[in-house]
């Protein structure tokens, strides 16, 4: 456990973490950590346990050894929905917003544990609509008609209408056209600069690292790599990770 | 005309027990089989605050609403907490809706009880039709109740949690709803409503032991004709059957109604297999 008294304790620490699905277990030991206004950027091969720890983090999967704790409180225990009150985010994989819902219908979900009556909350979507222009334009519209960008957009929106502290990402940039990709990476560092912090999946590994402060690298359900992502970029440190010659 | 005021009113009840099912389908996407035995406790209910203990019209209301939200409680504690899956619960919700039956029968007996109604029994002509007071109120109260209940769910933050529960329940927890409480307030909240209703009910059903079978029945294939998860098509569903029904009672004969009910359910199905206003379920990967 961190110290509650280190200046420099990072906003969420994951330590030993192990989780899966019922008796099938997909993440062994998995340890990280993300500071405020830093993005870690969590990579891994198909299967590697990615989605689970983040699944675990947000308290979907139960966690069967290990520890999550949030500015050095310990949340291992606490229900999905709790986390989200303390300042956990998650934005999953494939876009999981409410598609039959609009996006203002969305969004509003977004903010519900914020403890607003719908009048008030529908002022707090103004930002929302100021980052993401595009959805603004077609608040009353079924988000399930939206284009893949435009989910993922609102799926990032509708997540920060909590006002977390720490900000997942599974994927964001999966089954999106490029320039999309680049638009949805320079959100997540426009995010970064506003001092959430990020835990960042992804596939893109080159715009991954772009924005990296921290890379952690899992295999098979453990971390096998752990870096600052200066130490990761222009050496083969990830090559060696991804191919197996660290082990 | 009278029998088509006869099929709304008998339509109205069957809209009611399709709601009931309804909202426990959006909040848990299972069936509670004993809903309709919650709407007889609460007719039976009525029968002894009017009758038997000769309650004010408003404490006996009262009494209805606490006393049925209450059996729902215990039923969502005992019947549908502990196990997961449709299945499992049509098993435990047919249980309790045995035991609900068996307790009325111990309670009030096998005999049909005339419920009074709790206003004005008064019948008049309209339209050329005959009607009385309690049909054009229980009509009235549920296309009301019907209307406020969509509005609700679709302009209300709870209700947008409920249905976006019903979309999808992981995303609904990362969105911080506690789906656990909100679907546990849906599930009293049905008890809640069978016991408001239960006096509207009450003077067109009459009070018997056997009444919720056969409610339940209709109101189940009210549900699948209007779409399951669907407010309005449960209740253009429950209007479609009691009008059939009846109509058919006056125009074909007494022992061809539920045979009409079903082959109406049948067609419907054939054409639109989700019912009039279903829909599918998808999911994008």
């Known amino acids: 456990m961190s110290s509650p008294t280190t200046v420099a304790s990072p906003l969420l620490e994951v330590r030993g973490l192990a989780s899966g699905y019922g008796d099938i277990r997909a993440v062994w030991d998995a340890s990280l950590q993300v500071r405020a206004g830093e993005i870690t950027v969590l990579l891994g091969r198909n299967g590697a346990g990615k989605t689970t720890t983040l699944r675990a983090i947000a308290g979907l999967n139960r966690a069967d050894?290990?520890?999550?704790?949030?500015?050095?409180?310990?949340?291992?225990?606490?229900?999905?929905?709790?986390?989200?009150?303390?300042?956990i985010g998650l934005v999953q994989e494939g876009k999981r917003i409410f598609r039959r819902r609009t996006i203002e219908e969305n969004l509003l979900l977004g903010g519900y544990t914020r403890g607003l009556n719908k009048r008030k909350l529908l002022v707090?979507?103004?930002?929302?609509?100021?980052?993401?222009?595009?959805?603004?334009?077609?608040?009353?519209?079924?988000?399930?008609?939206?284009?893949?960008?435009?989910?993922?957009?609102?799926?990032?929106?509708?997540?920060?209408?909590?006002?977390?502290?720490?900000?997942?990402?599974?994927?964001?940039?999966?089954?999106?056209?490029?320039?999309?990709?680049a638009e949805v990476m320079a959100t997540v560092a426009a995010l970064k600069a506003t001092g959430i912090g990020i835990l960042l999946v992804e596939q893109a590994v080159a715009a991954a690292l772009e924005v990296a402060d921290r890379v952690t690298v899992l295999d098979v359900g453990r971390v096998i790599l752990d870096r600052p992502a200066t130490d990761v970029a222009g050496s083969d440190a990830l090559a060696d990770a991804y191919f197996g010659r660290l082990r | 005309?009278?029998?088509?005021?006869?099929?709304?009113?008998?339509?109205?009840?069957?809209?009611?027990?399709?709601?009931?099912?309804?909202?426990?389908?959006?909040?848990?996407?299972?069936?509670?089989?004993?809903?309709?035995?919650?709407?007889?406790?609460a007719i039976f209910v009525t029968y002894w605050g009017l009758v038997v203990a000769e309650l004010p019209v408003l404490l006996i209301f009262a009494i209805a609403a606490v006393g049925v939200g209450l059996i729902a409680l215990l039923e969502e504690f005992v019947a549908i907490r502990p196990v997961k899956g449709a299945h499992a619960h049509l098993v435990t919700t047919l249980g309790m809706a045995t035991l609900l039956d068996?307790?009325?029968?111990?309670?009030?007996?096998?005999?049909?009880?005339?419920?009074p109604a709790v206003g004005s029994d008064a019948t008049f002509t309209l339209l050329g039709g005959r009607i009385s007071v309690p049909e054009v109120v229980l009509v009235v109260s549920v296309v009301a109740i019907a209307v406020a209940m969509i509005v609700y769910s679709r302009r209300?933050?709870?209700?947008?949690?409920?249905?976006?529960?019903?979309?999808?329940?992981?995303?609904?927890?990362?969105?911080?709803?506690?789906?656990?409480?909100l679907a546990l307030g849906a599930f009293v909240f049905t008890g809640v409503l069978a016991g408001l209703t239960g006096p509207l009910v009450g003077p067109k059903t009459f009070a018997?032991?056997?009444?919720?079978?056969?409610?339940?029945?209709?109101?189940?294939?009210?549900l699948a004709i209007g779409g399951f998860g669907s407010l309005p098509g449960a209740l253009l569903g429950g209007f479609l059957v009691g009008l059939v029904e009846s109509l058919t009672g006056r125009w074909l004969g007494s022992q061809l109604p539920t045979i009409m009910?079903?082959?109406?359910?049948?067609?419907?199905?054939?054409?639109?297999?989700?019912?009039?206003?279903?829909?599918?379920?998808?999911?994008?990967?």
């Open chain 1, 65 to 87: 050894a290990g520890s999550v704790a949030l500015r050095a409180r310990d949340i291992t225990g606490m229900p999905p929905h709790q986390r989200v009150r303390a300042g």
């Open chain 2, 1 to 41: 005309m009278t029998p088509i005021w006869s099929g709304l009113s008998i339509g109205a009840v069957y809209a009611l027990i399709a709601i009931g099912y309804n909202v426990v389908f959006i909040a848990y996407t299972t069936f509670n089989f004993a809903h309709a035995q919650l709407m007889m406790f």
């Open chain 2, 208 to 222: 018997v032991s056997t009444l919720a079978a056969a409610l339940a029945l209709k109101g189940f294939v009210a």
């Open chain 1, 124 to 181: 707090e979507l103004d930002p929302i609509y100021e980052m993401f222009p595009a959805l603004a334009q077609r608040r009353h519209v079924a988000s399930g008609q939206l284009s893949g960008g435009q989910q993922q957009m609102l799926a990032i929106g509708q997540a920060l209408m909590a006002q977390p502290s720490l900000l997942m990402l599974d994927e964001p940039s999966g089954g999106l056209a490029p320039s999309v990709v």
């Open chain 2, 261 to 285: 009910v079903f082959v109406v359910l049948l067609l419907i199905l054939m054409l639109k297999p989700t019912g009039l206003f279903g829909t599918t379920r998808e999911r994008m990967v």
């Open chain 2, 156 to 181: 209300s933050l709870t209700g947008l949690a409920l249905l976006a529960m019903a979309e999808d329940r992981d995303a609904a927890l990362l969105r911080g709803i506690n789906v656990k409480r």
């Open chain 2, 102 to 115: 068996g307790t009325t029968r111990l309670i009030w007996g096998d005999q049909v009880l005339k419920v």
